[in-house]
């Protein structure tokens, strides 16, 4: 749990070192200078103390012990097919539901899957220490389905519905689970409610890159909606389905959200006496270094308002489940296996999705002769078609080949891909994009000014030639 | 208002010398010189300029080479080399500005034709205003060629040849710069 100038989801970077996961792109917009310095963590490596400008003092919250751990708090994993891990936090909302970020299942490798599959995330409960598992009552459990909230999408510089649900494989009867907030805390928070943070995640950036893997809990400031866009600079950033938490003013303590803690809850109780915890927030992205100071500016995390996906949480949790089993595989299609293209000419590929469900396409993947292909997803929200327009390069010879990959994937956990063989067609067209219109003539001009030359020539000469006679 | 062609064909050298300079590191000068619509957006403001100085291959660079040959000779005598040396660097940066706002449908262009149609069009207009017969045939010329291509498109041919298209769209810049040039900027540029 920490504190800090840089924007970056709050998941663990992965065991492997090849880039943070949380990185996010912006869309558009004119973006304060701390913004603009946070985009270039996009491709960087994982956070590495040395790269961060913070006082040695930030220090979130304190550690958990075993005992203390909630039996709701959860950490979930996904241990990805090139070895890499990523860890986020998850709470138990129900028997057999554990609810975490959304972004918390996609990864930025484009060497795994894009999307995490049911079988590769494990959910843990019961420990408070990463590095000393043998003395805990450790609960490892399955899971059975990925929700991913369908409204999000990942690396779009949308961040409003990062939420998903994991079903678990087997429902932990008899356990405690969080119930959820019973009112909407974004526009103005209630100055009466106490509400904290807890997590797995990077504990103290100045000795510690990585998640420090302890289990730390912290107090947290609940900050209005207003306040926290005018503090992030950007008006549309913050939407209703964010809270915003933390400190605003200079001395205020360097507490908040880091990476690892990503999934984890923002959670508290009203101040109706009984001190029955709810959940607020979902750990979703915030500033880096952790802690929320870039340039002496305080800047809040920011929570996905677990409020406003109420209804989209019972409906999955309550009425459908069980339903979710007659889920008809996803199955995608392209209208060519393979394309003859031309180079800088925009070239047209079809999509299309079985099934009623929502489906997904992850960007593509290019292999092959691919500097300065230009392709554009015009709409990915149209389910069961999508048109995907490309222009190969101008420096694209006769003969090459583009390999084209696309990933689909729905909101239960389904990938599916499909390639697209793209063959370069014979010298035509390089250097123009719009207007192939062909006919006319380029040598006419300048062979007719050759001959208004000559003419001019003659002219004067014979002009001369009078001149002298006379 | 007859120039001095010894300074002309220097002028005229001058220009050409880069486009003959960067063919020898075309490979390293292609990316970062060629006129690239996203790049520019992105702040690579240069590139209005420097593309006008790199070729598609040395067919291009040779074509355009003669092209600009032959209009200095035919129209030097109603260029002096200030002007020539003004029509050639305001031409190229209209030839820019006018593909970046008004064709955002090209993403590169390169090569020295738009401007070799501003000169053409600065030569003409001066021509015109001083009642010289070639200024006007070489205008009437220059406007229907322009014309021409854009109802008609360019030519494959010479696409084929310079292993491009051909982007008429800068020829059409390259020359409205060029003829207001040589309309605005008389007294600046005449020789007494």
Redesign the interface.
Known sequence: MMAGAGIRRLLEPPASGKGSPGAVRWRNGVLPAFLLSALSIITAPPVAAGDLEFTPFVIGGSPVSEPDVPSWMSSVLWFQANGSQIRCGGTLIAEQWVMTAAHCLFGSSRTVSPVAQPEDVKVWFDFSDFNDLSGSSLLKTQVEQLIIHPEYRDRSGNYATDIALLKLAEPLTGRQTIPLAETNESETPNPSLSTFIIGYGVSDQTVEPNPSGKLMEADVELISRNLCRQRWGDSSLITEGMLCAGYLEPNDPFVGACFGDSGGPLFGWYPDGTETIRQFGIISFGVNPCGGDSNGKRIPGVYTNVFMFGQWINRWVLALEGAIENVPPLNITASHTTLVANA?ISSELELAYNGSYDRYVFDPVIRGHSNDL?FSLPDRSVPNRLVLTF?PP?SARAGDQIELELTAFDNFGNVESVTVDILMGK?H??????????????????L???L??IM?FM?RRAAGERRHAQ | MRSDWLDLLLVGVLLAAPALGIMLFADAAWGLLRYDRPAVLDGQLWRLLSAHWIHLGPTHLAVNLAGLALVLAVLGRLLTPTSLLLSALFGALGVGLGLLLFSPGLYWYAGLSGMIASIWGTASARGARCGSWLGWASLALLLGRVLLEQLAGPSPALAQLIGGAVIVDAHLYGAATGVLIGVLLPRLTTRH
Do not use: E, M, Y
């Open positions: 800088c230009r222009t101008a010298g067209c390089k250097g123009l994009l719009s207007n192939d219109r062909g006919g006319g003539g380029a040598s006419w001009p300048f007719l000014l050759a208004l030359g001019d002219r």
